[in-house]
Protein backbone atom coordinates (compact mmCIF):
# COMPACT_ATOMS: atom_id res chain seq x y z
CA UNK A 1 0.00 0.00 0.00
CA UNK A 2 1.54 3.26 -1.01
CA UNK A 3 0.75 6.23 1.33
CA UNK A 4 -2.29 8.49 0.09
CA UNK A 5 -0.24 12.04 -0.34
CA UNK A 6 2.19 10.44 -1.58
CA UNK A 7 1.27 11.53 -5.57
CA UNK A 8 0.82 14.81 -3.94
CA UNK A 9 3.95 15.33 -1.87
CA UNK A 10 5.55 14.56 -5.32
CA UNK A 11 3.90 17.19 -6.81
CA UNK A 12 4.17 19.65 -4.44
CA UNK A 13 7.99 19.14 -4.33
CA UNK A 14 8.48 19.17 -7.93
CA UNK A 15 9.31 23.35 -7.74
CA UNK A 16 12.54 21.99 -5.12
CA UNK A 17 13.89 19.95 -9.02
CA UNK A 18 17.14 18.61 -7.90
CA UNK A 19 17.57 19.49 -4.42
CA UNK A 20 14.77 17.41 -3.42
CA UNK A 21 16.60 14.82 -1.79
CA UNK A 22 14.43 11.88 -1.08
CA UNK A 23 10.44 11.30 -1.48
CA UNK A 24 8.97 7.60 -0.98
CA UNK A 25 8.37 5.72 1.84
CA UNK A 26 10.74 5.79 5.18
CA UNK A 27 12.29 2.31 6.22
CA UNK A 28 9.83 1.56 9.68
CA UNK A 29 7.43 3.69 8.74
CA UNK A 30 3.87 2.37 8.42
CA UNK A 31 3.13 2.69 4.23
CA UNK A 32 0.38 5.45 4.44
CA UNK A 33 3.20 7.92 5.76
CA UNK A 34 4.49 9.99 2.67
CA UNK A 35 7.93 10.91 2.80
CA UNK A 36 10.46 13.67 1.55
CA UNK A 37 14.38 14.73 2.62
CA UNK A 38 14.93 18.14 2.04
CA UNK A 39 17.77 20.58 1.81
CA UNK A 40 17.84 22.53 4.87
CA UNK A 41 18.36 25.53 3.05
CA UNK A 42 14.65 25.28 1.58
CA UNK A 43 12.71 23.86 4.72
CA UNK A 44 10.42 26.33 5.28
CA UNK A 45 9.61 26.84 1.63
CA UNK A 46 9.28 22.72 1.10
CA UNK A 47 6.54 22.96 4.59
CA UNK A 48 4.78 25.57 3.13
CA UNK A 49 4.58 23.57 -0.33
CA UNK A 50 3.23 20.73 1.38
CA UNK A 51 1.04 22.75 2.86
CA UNK A 52 -0.51 24.68 0.40
CA UNK A 53 -0.18 22.24 -2.53
CA UNK A 54 -0.37 18.88 -1.08
CA UNK A 55 -3.48 20.08 1.88
CA UNK A 56 -1.08 18.66 4.86
CA UNK A 57 -2.11 22.02 6.61
CA UNK A 58 -2.43 20.14 9.91
CA UNK A 59 0.73 19.96 11.94
CA UNK A 60 0.51 17.15 14.40
CA UNK A 61 4.27 17.11 15.63
CA UNK A 62 7.95 18.67 15.27
CA UNK A 63 10.59 17.23 16.91
CA UNK A 64 14.27 16.39 15.98
CA UNK A 65 16.64 13.36 16.63
CA UNK A 66 20.79 13.39 17.08
CA UNK A 67 22.21 11.25 14.44
CA UNK A 68 25.69 11.93 15.70
CA UNK A 69 27.01 12.81 12.15
CA UNK A 70 23.52 15.39 11.63
CA UNK A 71 20.42 16.46 13.64
CA UNK A 72 17.57 15.42 11.65
CA UNK A 73 14.63 18.05 12.46
CA UNK A 74 10.81 15.99 11.29
CA UNK A 75 7.88 17.40 10.77
CA UNK A 76 4.79 15.53 10.63
CA UNK A 77 1.78 17.08 9.05
CA UNK A 78 -2.02 16.07 8.38
CA UNK A 79 -4.69 16.30 5.80
CA UNK A 80 -7.77 17.18 7.76
CA UNK A 81 -9.77 17.31 4.85
CA UNK A 82 -10.49 16.82 1.28
CA UNK A 83 -9.64 13.24 -0.87
CA UNK A 84 -6.80 12.62 1.22
CA UNK A 85 -7.97 13.20 4.89
CA UNK A 86 -6.41 12.00 7.74
CA UNK A 87 -3.11 11.03 5.52
CA UNK A 88 0.17 11.78 7.05
CA UNK A 89 3.40 13.33 5.74
CA UNK A 90 6.67 13.50 6.96
CA UNK A 91 9.34 15.76 6.08
CA UNK A 92 12.66 15.54 7.29
CA UNK A 93 16.18 17.71 7.15
CA UNK A 94 19.46 16.76 8.04
CA UNK A 95 21.49 19.52 9.89
CA UNK A 96 25.11 19.85 10.95
CA UNK A 97 25.87 18.98 14.76
CA UNK A 98 28.21 21.98 15.32
CA UNK A 99 25.56 24.42 14.16
CA UNK A 100 21.93 23.37 13.44
CA UNK A 101 20.10 26.19 11.85
CA UNK A 102 17.08 26.61 9.97
CA UNK A 103 13.98 29.05 8.96
CA UNK A 104 11.41 28.97 11.51
CA UNK A 105 7.98 27.38 10.46
CA UNK A 106 6.15 29.86 12.41
CA UNK A 107 5.15 31.88 9.85
CA UNK A 108 3.55 29.25 8.34
CA UNK A 109 2.31 27.10 11.55
CA UNK A 110 2.35 29.06 14.14
CA UNK A 111 1.60 26.13 16.33
CA UNK A 112 5.34 24.75 15.40
CA UNK A 113 6.46 28.03 18.23
CA UNK A 114 5.84 25.01 20.94
CA UNK A 115 7.71 22.24 19.09
CA UNK A 116 10.40 24.49 18.13
CA UNK A 117 11.24 25.86 21.44
CA UNK A 118 11.15 22.32 22.38
CA UNK A 119 13.60 21.20 19.57
CA UNK A 120 15.50 24.34 20.28
CA UNK A 121 16.36 23.70 23.95
CA UNK A 122 17.02 20.07 23.92
CA UNK A 123 19.02 19.90 20.98
CA UNK A 124 20.41 23.30 20.33
CA UNK A 125 18.42 23.53 16.67
CA UNK A 126 18.32 27.41 16.36
CA UNK A 127 15.43 28.81 14.17
CA UNK A 128 15.63 31.89 12.03
CA UNK A 129 12.77 34.19 12.75
CA UNK A 130 11.46 32.41 15.66
CA UNK A 131 9.72 35.15 18.10
CA UNK A 132 10.33 33.73 21.12
CA UNK A 133 12.96 31.07 21.51
CA UNK A 134 13.31 31.45 25.44
CA UNK A 135 13.36 28.45 27.43
CA UNK A 136 10.20 26.11 28.09
CA UNK A 137 11.16 22.68 29.87
CA UNK A 138 14.67 23.00 31.61
CA UNK A 139 15.12 25.25 34.47
CA UNK A 140 16.41 28.97 34.92
CA UNK A 141 20.34 28.54 34.21
CA UNK A 142 20.68 25.23 33.03
CA UNK A 143 23.78 24.68 30.43
CA UNK A 144 23.91 22.24 27.47
CA UNK A 145 21.34 20.32 25.38
CA UNK A 146 20.33 17.35 27.35
CA UNK A 147 18.45 15.21 23.99
CA UNK A 148 21.98 15.57 22.25
CA UNK A 149 24.23 12.23 22.42
CA UNK A 150 26.98 14.53 23.43
CA UNK A 151 25.47 15.70 26.60
CA UNK A 152 27.56 14.32 29.79
CA UNK A 153 24.87 12.70 31.93
CA UNK A 154 25.90 14.12 35.66
CA UNK A 155 24.72 10.75 36.97
CA UNK A 156 27.43 8.64 35.00
CA UNK A 157 29.71 11.33 36.22
CA UNK A 158 29.29 10.67 39.84
CA UNK A 159 29.24 6.87 39.35
CA UNK A 160 30.00 4.75 36.41
CA UNK A 161 27.46 2.66 34.48
CA UNK A 162 26.45 -0.49 36.46
CA UNK A 163 27.60 -3.62 34.72
CA UNK A 164 29.61 -6.52 34.82
CA UNK A 165 32.33 -4.97 37.12
CA UNK A 166 31.51 -3.90 40.37
CA UNK A 167 33.94 -0.54 41.44
CA UNK A 168 34.15 -2.47 45.16
CA UNK A 169 34.93 -5.31 44.08
CA UNK A 170 32.25 -7.26 45.41
CA UNK A 171 29.45 -8.98 43.89
CA UNK A 172 25.84 -8.41 44.38
CA UNK A 173 24.17 -10.95 46.12
CA UNK A 174 20.90 -12.38 44.08
CA UNK A 175 18.00 -10.98 45.79
CA UNK A 176 14.83 -13.34 46.16
CA UNK A 177 11.51 -12.54 45.20
CA UNK A 178 9.25 -11.50 48.16
CA UNK A 179 7.75 -14.07 50.17
CA UNK A 180 10.50 -16.89 48.90
CA UNK A 181 12.61 -18.32 52.02
CA UNK A 182 15.88 -18.61 51.58
CA UNK A 183 16.82 -22.57 50.64
CA UNK A 184 18.21 -23.87 53.31
CA UNK A 185 14.79 -23.67 55.23
CA UNK A 186 12.56 -25.83 52.73
CA UNK A 187 15.30 -28.36 51.54
CA UNK A 188 16.07 -27.42 48.35
CA UNK A 189 20.07 -26.75 47.44
Given at each position: ????????????????????????SRPGAPAEVAYARVPPGRWREAVGLV??????????????VDEEERVDLL???????????????????????????VDSLVPLL????????????????????????RPLLLPPGFEGHPLRKDFVLASRVAREWP????PSGR?????????????GTWGGA
Open positions: MTAALEPALRDALAELGDDLLEVGVERAGAGWLDWLGAVCLRAPDGPSAGAVALLATGLPPDAPEPGAAWHEREAHEMYAVGFRGHPDLGEHETRRRALPPGVPEP
